[in-house]
Nanobody, 124 residues
Framework: QVQLVESGGGLVQAGGSLRLSCAAS????????MGWFRQAPGKEREFLAA????????LYSDSVKGRFTISRDNAQNTAYLQMNSLKPEDTAVYYC?????????????????WGQGTQVTVSS
């Protein structure tokens, strides 16, 4: 069992930056692939980025590639999502997720553990 807690959301102007954190507890953090997703009102939960347990491999969706960076600190049991050049369409609830394994993957159904989400609002 892995418990995940996101933090770092808030209100930011378009063009600004935020860094989200996801603190994990319960198991050996490096054994888990970490992912970030978001869900806007009326839309499905969308994959954003994933990182392998070692941090050597990352995946990004086309919508955030070049603007968002996923990283992790296994010593601190924490994953991060650095978000730059934010746009109003990035407004959503952001979730971190974990799956036991070594390969970073995109489908949300493959992630068994989820945080409660943190709201990000980008004003124009």
């Amino acid at each position: 069992q892995v418990q995940l807690v996101e933090s770092g959301g808030g209100l930011v102007q378009a063009g600004g930056s935020l860094r989200l954190s996801c603190a994990a507890s319960g198991r050996t953090f490096s054994n888990y692939v970490m992912g970030w997703f978001r869900q806007a009102p009326g839309k499905e939960r969308e994959f954003l980025a994933a990182i392998s347990g070692s941090g050597d491999n990352t995946l990004y969706s086309d919508s955030v590639k070049g603007r968002f960076t996923i990283s992790r600190d296994n010593a601190q049991n924490t994953a991060y999502l650095q978000m730059n050049s934010l746009k109003p369409e990035d407004t959503a609830v952001y979730y971190c997720a974990a799956r036991l394994g070594t390969v970073a993957v995109t489908p949300r159904g493959l992630y068994g553990y989820w945080g409660q989400g943190t709201q990000v609002t980008v004003s124009s």
